[in-house]
């Protein structure tokens, strides 16, 4: 399967399909910065998620944003980023993509992202966003 780009048209679709992301678990992260510009760096993230169109089976889901000029991952012993408690938030437009895996219970804004928060701390922004659905492998 190719993966499927994704719009300011078509990801309330996507994100309900897999219900916000709503407890998904984040098993991978991986970023590719060639040397260049940055239109070439992208961030991948596999989430396993349940997915609504498939009787809410457990997928693996590759989500990745290409063009990445700006992300934040947190590692720490104290507290885990990787169940999505709160799902993810996703605002892609025309000129930008911003995925946000930690946007907390409130009212979310994607100009939000990357300012000084309680949430909105870990996340990537770019200039496109596609998915891909896989069968596993999971973790």
């Known amino acids: 399967m190719n993966a499927t780009a994704i719009s300011s048209r078509d990801q309330s679709q996507f994100l309900e399909r897999f219900s916000y992301f709503e407890d998904g678990v984040i098993t991978g992260i991986r970023l590719h910065i060639p040397r260049g510009p940055s239109a070439g760096w992208a961030a991948t993230f596999d989430i396993q998620a349940m997915d609504g169109a498939a009787g809410n089976d457990w997928r693996l889901v590759q989500i990745t944003v ?17 169940v999505l408690s709160d799902g993810l938030k996703l605002d ?5 993509c911003v995925l946000d895996l930690d946007p907390g219970p409130d009212e979310w ?6 300012q ?7 996340y990537a922004i770019g200039t496109s ?8 492998p999971f973790i």
């Open 66 to 82: 290409g063009g990445v000029y700006e992300y934040e991952f947190p590692c720490s012993r104290q507290y885990s980023y990787f």
């Open 92 to 96: 892609c437009t025309d000129e930008r």
């Open 109 to 114: 804004l994607a100009t939000q992202v990357g």
């Open 116 to 122: 000084e928060s309680e949430y909105s701390k870990q």
């Open 129 to 136: 966003c596609e998915y891909e659905v896989l069968s596993g």
